[in-house]
């Protein structure tokens, strides 16, 4: 089935932007701040989810899909440091 094919696309692009955003926002964190990278990576996360309900398109789906997890990432790799 295509369409399922396609979810289980975007659930594989979110999984893999999830795991790999944590890296440099790290990075970002060390030398920007991290209450400065929070605060922006949870707007991108906001941003993202406006985006992916008005989408049209599996293009456009997938795009902020992967915006969405590297938003969402920031709580990873900056949340949990004391």
Do not use: C, K
Not at 32 to 55: H, K
Not at 58 to 74: K, N, P
Request: charged share 5%.
């Amino acid at each position: 089935n295509i369409s399922m094919s396609l979810a289980t696309l975007t659930i594989t692009v979110y999984m893999i932007v999830q795991g790999l955003a944590p890296s440099f926002w790290g990075s970002f964190s060390d030398v920007l701040g991290r209450r400065v990278v929070f605060i922006g990576t949870f707007a991108v996360y906001i941003v993202s989810n406006i985006a992916l309900a008005v989408s049209t398109n599996y293009g456009e789906l997938m795009a902020f899909r992967a915006l969405q997890a590297a938003g969402s990432a920031a709580t990873i790799s900056i949340g949990m440091i004391h």
